[in-house]
């Protein structure tokens, strides 16, 4: 028997009943390819499965007006900063940012991550990525600003980035600091997960996390119709896959038909697998299948003017074979950070009671 409750693998969700490569042979070559062709996309979808689910979400009382934030699945209390910065000499900046990053990480309880890579799309530019577990935390990090770091930014207005979860003037006020132009946008939804929840548990799930940033395009018109289909998913999501850490998204400040999109698992099976199971006994794939993709432009293959992968190597393989529309982020691999490894589980006791808990 599984750590999980499956009889087939130890790292196998238990809602596959053992049945998993059955259920996913049959979606990946049946489901999934006949979801994709015009009478697929418009019968099934867009005639019958899209407005059954949207019907049933108005008799169970589920069509709620949207943000509703009553519930774990809708709500946040840290921070994760995506910021997108030029720099004037590449070496000069890896010496300074990762004894700095690690410090901080390091002696800062509420940072689990902090990290940096050099993008791979724009030439001399830094990625830096960031998780507090509040917006003072955030806050006490901006105000102890490292010269050498500082010293090696560019005075320029290309710098720029994203803010998920809390965003509230705590943040606002402290991310002003920095001279990058963060965007905020609107229609803010997701979740961010707190520790002490099962997901941070260091027993349980070793890492190193697998995060994915994007900015995407939807729809024209559609933002606020997937606003609230992905609050929806994410009602099940925040359940389902204990290792999904944050799910949060908001409509893009620039462009009325663009998303802001972020996805920190802490471990391969029981966040991403979890978050999307390839099953029939799940409600998440057909929710996400058709009420949510069909907003996305391009669909399973969502087309992404930003879209960014920290993970492991073999993490991300799998996460494209599994869909092969994954390979549009720009990958970075853990071996390649400048800085700390994000310690997820940092200052947290084990709190599964038993590996059961993986469910």
């Given amino acids: 028997m599984a750590d999980c409750g499956c009889p087939l693998g130890p790292h196998d969700p238990g809602f596959y009943c053992g049945c998993r490569p059955f259920c996913e042979g049959f979606i990946n070559s049946c489901l999934l390819p006949f979801l994709g062709t015009p009478c697929g996309k418009k019968c099934v979808i867009g005639m019958i499965s899209g407005p059954a689910w949207r019907t049933c979400d108005v008799i169970c009382c589920r069509n709620k007006p949207f943000p509703d934030q009553s519930v774990p699945s809708r709500a946040a209390n840290g921070v994760v900063v ?3 910065r030029p720099v004037k000499d590449v070496e000069q900046y890896k010496a300074a940012f990762a004894p700095y990053a690690t410090k901080i990480q390091s ?10 890579f050099m993008d791979k799309s724009r030439e001399s530019t830094a990625l830096q990525v960031s998780w507090y577990d509040s917006p003072e935390d ?9 010269e050498a770091v500082e010293a090696c930014y560019t005075a320029n207005e290309k710098a720029f980035g994203a803010v998920y979860g809390l965003r509230n003037e705590v943040t ?20 961010m997960k707190s520790a002490p929840h ?5 027993a349980v799930y070793t890492g190193p996390p697998m995060i994915w940033m994007s900015k995407r395009w939807v729809q024209p018109g559609r933002n606020p119709h997937i606003a609230k289909a992905f609050a929806k998913v994410g009602d099940l999501q925040y359940h389902t896959a204990p290792a999904f850490l944050s799910a949060f998204e908001y409509t893009a400040p620039d462009n009325p038909d663009q998303l802001w999109s972020l996805r920190w698992f802490n471990d391969y099976e029981m966040g991403h697998v979890a978050h999307f199971p390839k099953s029939f006994i799940s409600f998440v794939p057909t929710r996400v299948l058709f009420t949510m993709i069909p907003e996305l432009k391009g669909g399973l293959g969502a087309e992404f003017p930003v879209g960014l992968s920290f ?16 390979k549009a982020y720009d990958q970075h691999y853990w071996e390649d950070v400048i800085g700390p490894m994000p310690d997820m589980g ?11 808990d993986r469910r």
């Fill in 82 to 84: 995506l910021t997108i």
């Fill in 107 to 116: 002696t800062t309880a509420g940072v689990r991550a902090m990290f940096s």
């Fill in 138 to 146: 955030l806050a006490s990090v901006v105000e102890r600003k490292d």
């Fill in 172 to 191: 606002k006020a402290a991310l002003a600091k920095t001279g990058v132009a963060y965007e905020y946008g609107e229609l803010p939804r997701g979740w």
């Fill in 198 to 202: 099962k997901g941070f548990d260091p």
């Fill in 311 to 326: 993970s492991t190597k073999e993490d991300i393989e799998k996460a494209i074979a599994y869909n092969a529309g994954n």
């Fill in 346 to 356: 940092k200052g947290i006791a084990p709190v599964a009671s038993s590996t059961m």
